[in-house]
């Protein structure tokens, strides 16, 4: 059968769809963030960034939920860190069942397809109720440190198998221990991959407010301990347009919480690549 164009003139056409996919894509993301950054920061101030809400959120700031944010995605990541990047230490170094490793990645792979209200309810079942730790940082931390275990665990083990043979090849050579290489050469390696993982996941539990709902409490203070209840950024964005208390606060919130993403992303986009020149001996 004759094709009915070139492979010249084929492979131009996937070019041009290839390239409209990404502008299309792209172009959808600038739609977005500009939306909301053209309606939000109007509202940011120092005032509006520095003071507590009054009236349930009517009128004031959003610092309570600034500081509830913070607590939340740093106990996450504590918690988080170490078990997404040990397992995927022991998957790419330790095991060899077949069997276990198949079991693993499906259960990892599962993880991160249940829904985040399931998270939420999970963690009112568990750590709220069953654990009795009640409404607070701490059970919402733990929340989405289950959530972040599977994005950190898959990127982390991508990143650590993909670290070639040689490396671990010279190190043995030179008398190193199984731990040594891991400790002194794999690890530093893959480090750029793995702190793109937990960046990643821990940007997707900054933006979570179904998942913390049901476990930080929704406090409109600010939390002085782990244990005190709090309301995190897209929390309280969720309460103030759901329940029509100030859209325009709304916004604000919305606009700061894609700041704070954004930041976070570049920051550890420009640490990554000075990493990277950095062992590369640039």
């Known amino acids: ?15 041009g769809v290839f390239v409209l996919s990404g502008v299309i894509t792209l172009l959808i993301l600038i739609i977005i ?14 005032e509006f960034l ?22 939340v995605v740093f106990i996450a990541a504590v918690i988080a860190t170490p078990l997404g990047v040990g397992a995927a230490i022991y998957m790419s170094e330790y095991a060899s069942n077949q069997k276990i490793i198949k079991f693993i990645r499906f259960g990892s792979e599962t993880l991160a397809s249940i829904p985040s209200i ?8 568990f750590f709220v109720v069953f654990l009795k730790l009640g409404w607070c940082i701490l059970s919402g931390g733990l929340v989405l440190a289950l959530m972040a275990i599977p994005t950190i665990f898959q990127v982390a083990e991508v990143t650590l198998t993909s670290i070639p043979n040689s490396y671990k090849e010279g190190s043995y050579g030179l008398g190193a221990t199984k731990w040594q290489v ?14 793109t993982g937990v960046i990643l996941a821990m940007t997707r539990a900054i933006s979570e407010a ?3 709902m049901y476990a ?6 600010v939390p002085i301990s782990i244990f005190d209840p709090g309301r995190p950024l897209p929390l309280h964005l969720y309460v103030l347009a759901t329940e029509g208390v100030s859209l325009q606060n709304a916004y604000g919130t919305a606009a700061v919480l894609v700041i704070i993403v ?9 640490i990554v690549e000075r990493y990277q020149k950095k062992i590369m001996g640039k």
């Open 210 to 212: 179904a998942a913390v």
């Open 33 to 46: 963030l500009g939306y909301i950054l053209v309606k939000g920061i109007p509202v940011i101030n120092f």
């Open 118 to 125: 399931v998270f939420g309810l999970f963690g009112l079942a």
């Open 262 to 270: 954004l930041i976070l992303t570049v920051a550890t986009n420009l």
């Open 216 to 221: 930080v409490g929704s406090a409109l203070t």
């Open 50 to 71: 520095f003071s507590g809400p009054i009236d349930a959120g009517r009128e004031g700031g959003i610092f309570p939920m600034i500081i509830s944010s913070i607590y």
């Open 182 to 195: 891991i400790y002194s050469v794999i690890l530093p390696a893959a480090l750029p991959g793995i702190i």
């Open 1 to 15: 059968m004759k094709s009915f164009c070139s492979p010249k003139t084929s492979q131009k056409i996937m070019n």
